[in-house]
């Protein structure tokens, strides 16, 4: 089945500064990748999500990157704000339809003011 | 629309006790989905259903947990018996069931085995 890795675990930056989060998938049919952000107490919230047949997604100061090759596929957030801290999950889909997710374990992001 | 409601929020039990989580999905959405989130383990996909008709159970860890979806508006996920490796907050979470759609979690429950 679908296995779902997500690189690093936690990461700090300074206000301003980018942040990247990278995602690495094993099931080579899998053609969904949404990411979630998750806030304290709060179930998660899907922020921006990318199919197989596009290889970019930019979305104000959040993109994503899919390199379906390599299987890999990367958060970017640029222009970092406090209210960016938080716990970003990326999913890979394990139907076709893109219903179902498998999600990685997660990074907790801290942006520092 | 009040989003995706689970209740109890908080439940504390001792082992061996069941416990029965509900949820009721946003109105229209016809795919529905629990998982458990751990620190060790992190968000896993427990079972989900299209249409009320459960289409994947595989991550339900072992026979203590059943999950039953009687009608569109309601879902129940149940432990019986508990034990404290249970331990974990449990999100539902709906969909459109369309392809590639949103899923809406709700606020979840921190289920505690004693």
């Known amino acids: 089945g679908e296995n779902v890795e997500q690189h690093p675990s936690t990461l700090s930056v300074q206000e301003g500064d980018s942040a990247v989060i990278k995602c690495t998938y094993s099931?080579?049919?899998?053609?969904?990748f949404p990411w979630y952000k998750q806030e304290l107490g709060k179930g998660p919230q899907l922020i921006i999500d990318i199919r197989s047949n596009v290889g970019e997604k930019k979305d104000q100061r959040i993109a994503v990157t899919l390199n379906k090759t390599a299987k890999h596929f990367s958060l970017h957030i640029t222009e970092t704000q406090p209210e960016d801290s938080a716990v970003y999950f990326c999913?890979?889909?394990?139907?076709?339809?893109?219903?179902?997710?498998?999600f990685g374990k997660g990074t907790t992001l801290s942006v520092s003011s | 629309d009040a989003g995706v409601i689970q209740s109890p929020r908080h439940e504390v039990t001792e082992m061996g006790q069941e416990v029965t989580l509900r949820c009721k999905p946003i109105?229209?959405?016809?795919?529905l989905f629990w998982y458990r989130q751990t620190m060790m383990r992190g968000l896993e996909l427990l079972i989900y259903?299209?249409?009320?008709?459960?289409?994947?159970d595989s991550g339900m860890p072992e026979d203590r947990f059943s999950a039953k979806m009687p009608n569109a508006s309601f879902s129940t996920l149940k432990i019986q018996p508990s034990e404290p490796r249970d331990s974990a907050v449990y999100f539902c979470?709906?969909?459109?069931?369309?392809?590639?759609?949103?899923?809406?979690f709700g606020p979840g429950t921190r289920l505690t085995v004693l």
């Open positions: 999913a890979a889909s394990i139907d076709q339809a893109g219903t179902a997710l498998i």
């Open positions: 259903f299209n249409n009320n008709v459960p289409i994947d």
């Open positions: 099931d080579s049919a899998s053609n969904y």
């Open positions: 979470a709906s969909s459109a069931g369309q392809e590639y759609n949103e899923q809406f």
């Open positions: 109105s229209g959405h016809n795919s």
